[in-house]
Each structure stands twice: as structure tokens, then as C-alpha cells.
DNA sequence: ATTTTCCTTTACGTAAACGTCAACCTTGAT
DNA sequence: ATCAAGGTTGACGTTTACGTAAAGGAAAAT
């Protein structure tokens, strides 16, 4: 194995920049142990590993987990190779919940989309109506005008 | 039109059941202009239109919505029939941009789902050998034992 | 009659997820 | 040398979505 290739690093700003985030709330996810940047001194020199964590989080927060909730799915995955029996059950069963949750978002979703297809309709036919009618008093003030 | 068949009505607590919510979440909701139950004296009369929205309101939720924008679909689309052309292309707008968010929710929602199973995977394959590990041990105690 | 039961309003409290200063390094450019 | 750009640590403020407790009305059961 080759474990000697450098990887590359980012500043607090460039992730900020990158996933459109302030760096305050980099600096919070870090607090709330979501993330664990390597110092130069006192400044934050962020990993891939870092930069992967920040995305899974982002996302995770998309779809509405806590951040509370995506630490710990991270701990449980990190722990994963080491863990006992009784924590690789607790994760399973954790796992199994997120799923679920999962299915009823899908489901949701789903739902959702089409009814603003729907909604998106009927918006086009009232548009279409609004502008006929429009038009047609515009033609009644020409004739006026005219 | 039968405008004349009677629909049926709910009590506050009737729907904080069917819903697994609180009366205090189903006040609020109307105090923020979600609902708008009729009265009976003091009391709190809700009709099918209260249950959907309601209804969609939670929905809402679990996809990230905040109260504030479910209230604002809610109204544009109550305005839609008698609503002036810059009204209906702003709803238009609104809904292509909740359309462009559905779709990036189902993305995140399908590449976690296999995320997940890939975890549950690899969770199964340590609970199997930390069980061969425990019985390997248990079959030495059981040497020394005999 | 009185005790539940269900409902009401008012009002203060709270947790999560940051925003927003303030006050301070450090480091490369001018 | 100084100054702008980016980084740091507090620490208090803010918004959202309710929780919770107080104080009470009305009606139905015992």
C-alpha cells in the first residue's frame, strides 16, 4: 500500500467558499464534533477526510438530520471496525430507522412533485386566462383610442 | 353542484392524535396563519380543508419546509383563481424553485440510501466476526473447562 | 354538586443552528 | 513599517418551532 501520497489540504475559507457556508458555521460543526482539522499553529488546516465530513453533514442537513444525529453516525461509523457486538446491533438498528425515514421522504417527495406539477398547471391556465383577458381589454382601449 | 352534503369536522385533540402532534403545535399553526379552524363559542371547529393543510403542512416538514413557506404556498395557491399576472408568474417561479429543490432531495435521498446499505453491509460483516472471534474464544474456555 | 375532561388564552422558557460583533494574531505586499 | 487579508477565540444575539405552566370556562359523568 501506498500510504506516503499527499493528499490535499483546504483553508477554513476555501471549503467555506466551496459549499457555500460561512466559516462560522465550519467553525461550529468543529465544536459540535462533527469535524477534526488538523493546526498549523493556530490556524485550521483542513483533510479530504475533513472535506467529506463537511459535505455528508451539509447533506445530512438537507434532508434533515441534526447535527447531533449525523455525529453520530459518523462516531458509529468510525468506531465500526472495533466495535463490540452490542454497537455494531445499535448501529444496525440505527441504520434500519434512518432507512425507514428514507422511505417515507421518497414517498413524500414523490408526492409532493407531483402536486406541483399539478399546481404548476393550473398556474399556466390561470396565466393564459389572465393574459386573454387582458388582451381583450387592451383591443377595447384601441378601439377607444383609435 | 351538491354543496349540501355535510362534511365532517374535528376537534383540536382529535387531530393532535391522528397526526401524533400536540394541541399547542396545532395552535401555533393557526397562529401562524395555517389554519383557520371555524368557532363554536370558543372552541375550535376543523373542517377537512384544516386537515389537509394540516396534513401538508407536516409533510412540509419533513422535507425542510419552514412554516413560513408552507403558509406561503398555501396562500398563493388560494389567491390562484383571481390572482393578476404577476402574481401567477411569481407562484410560477416559487414552484419551479421548490421543483428544482425536490429534485436535489431525491438525488441526496438516493445516493444516502446507498450509502446506508453499503454501512449495513459492512456493519453485518464485523457482527459476523466478532461472533466467530466470541465463539473461538468460548470453545477455548470450554477446553480448559472439560 | 363536584369532579373530570376538554377546551381556551396568555406568557414565559428552550434547544438548535448559526449570525454578529469585538478584540486580537500573523503574514505577505507595498 | 504598516496595512490589508485572512485567521483565531470568546461571547452575546436571533430565529424557528414549539414546550410548559398558570388560570380559567363549559360540559359531561359520577
Redesign the interface.
Known amino acids: 500500500m501506498n500510504n506516503k501520497v499527499k493528499l490535499p489540504t483546504y483553508s477554513i475559507s476555501e471549503l467555506a467558499k466551496e459549499f457555500e457556508v460561512t466559516t462560522r458555521t465550519i467553525r461550529f460543526y468543529e465544536q459540535q464534533g462533527l469535524l477534526n482539522p488538523a493546526r498549523q499553529g493556530q490556524t485550521r488546516i483542513y483533510s479530504p477526510k475533513d472535506r467529506v465530513r463537511l459535505m455528508l453533514t451539509l447533506?445530512g442537513k438537507?434532508?434533515?438530520f441534526s447535527l447531533a444525529e449525523s455525529k453520530e453516525l459518523f462516531d458509529m461509523?468510525d468506531s465500526?471496525?472495533q466495535?463490540?457486538?452490542k454497537q455494531?446491533?445499535y448501529?444496525?438498528d440505527i441504520?434500519?430507522k434512518?432507512?425507514a425515514d428514507?422511505r417515507?421522504?421518497?414517498s413524500?417527495?414523490q408526492?409532493?412533485?407531483e402536486e406541483?406539477?399539478i399546481?404548476?398547471s393550473?398556474?399556466?391556465d390561470?396565466?393564459v386566462k389572465?393574459?386573454q383577458r387582458?388582451e381583450k381589454k387592451a383591443s377595447t382601449q384601441q378601439r377607444k383610442v383609435g
Chains 1, 2 share one sequence.
Open positions: 447533506r438537507r434532508l434533515g461509523y465500526t471496525t466495535g463490540n457486538e455494531l446491533l448501529m444496525l441504520l434500519s434512518k432507512q428514507m417515507q421522504q421518497l413524500d417527495i408526492r409532493l412533485q406541483l406539477n399546481a404548476e393550473r398556474c399556466q390561470a396565466l389572465v393574459r387582458d
